[in-house]
């Protein structure tokens, strides 16, 4: 069984920068195609980003181009999530999410979820 | 990408049928078979409910379905239960993903 095990809670001030990561147990992170979606609270979800398969490349939603950086270290089968510019708007769970079993091919209904990472921005 | 439209809130009784649209436009829903259904408890990571339309995953109650007409996917879930409180969200895939503004489901 795939799991996804994110870091801690993270308080950042205005201007600074978050790292979330997001470590692949019981499988391959090559063989996954990893997005991050964001919740703030009480609000519904909001796609930031993901990989791609039949471009083989990384996306970002418009709305976080030039803010958002996703990388992947397969030494470790570990993702990550960098949100830069920072602001009180960006106070948010992020949840890694991938496809797994259900096979589409394109990477997009994620059956596999990680725990969530609280970001609170806060002066 | 716009957000897909979904009902703010919907209810029905234990054992009652409800459904929950979501509507898009030709460029996301009405274009390709590649709509989601997520469930998401108070708290908890979201659940995939229904992909592609109305395929379920392994392990999802047969209560739950999925279908589409033009623009406008549904979600149908038959015989409430109580444990079916929760908030959903659709979700479209066009090389990008967009979700819906999430419904909260209310066993009355």
């Known amino acids: 069984q795939v799991q996804l095990v994110q870091s801690g809670a993270e308080v950042k001030k205005p201007g600074a920068s978050v790292k979330v990561s997001c470590k692949v147990s019981g499988y391959t992170l090559t063989e996954l195609s990893m997005h991050w979606v964001r919740q703030a609270p009480g609000k519904g979800l909001e796609w930031m980003g993901g990989f791609d398969p039949e471009d083989g490349e990384t996306i970002y939603a418009q709305k976080f181009q030039g803010r958002v950086t996703m990388t992947e270290d397969t030494s470790t089968d570990t993702a990550y999530m960098e949100l830069s510019s920072l602001r009180s708007e960006d106070t948010a769970v992020y949840y890694c999410a991938t496809e797994w079993r259900t096979g589409t091919g394109r990477g997009d209904a994620f059956d596999i979820w990680g725990q969530g990472t609280m970001v609170t921005v806060s002066s | 990408q716009s957000a897909l439209t979904q009902p703010a809130s919907v209810s029905g009784s234990p054992g009652q049928s409800i459904t929950i649209s979501c509507t898009g436009t030709?460029?996301?829903?009405?274009?390709?078979?590649?709509v989601s259904w997520y469930q998401q408890h108070p708290g908890k990571a979201p659940k995939l409910m229904i992909y592609?339309?109305?395929n379920r995953p392994s392990g999802v109650s047969n209560r739950f379905s999925g279908s589409k007409s033009g623009n406008t996917a549904s979600l149908t879930i038959s015989g409430l239960q109580a444990e079916d409180e929760a908030d959903y969200y659709c979700?479209?895939?066009?090389?990008?993903?967009?979700f819906g503004g999430g419904t909260k489901l209310t066993v009355l």
């Open positions: 030709s460029s996301d829903v009405g274009g390709y078979n590649y």
């Open positions: 979700s479209s895939y066009t090389s990008s993903v967009v």
């Open positions: 592609d339309v109305s």
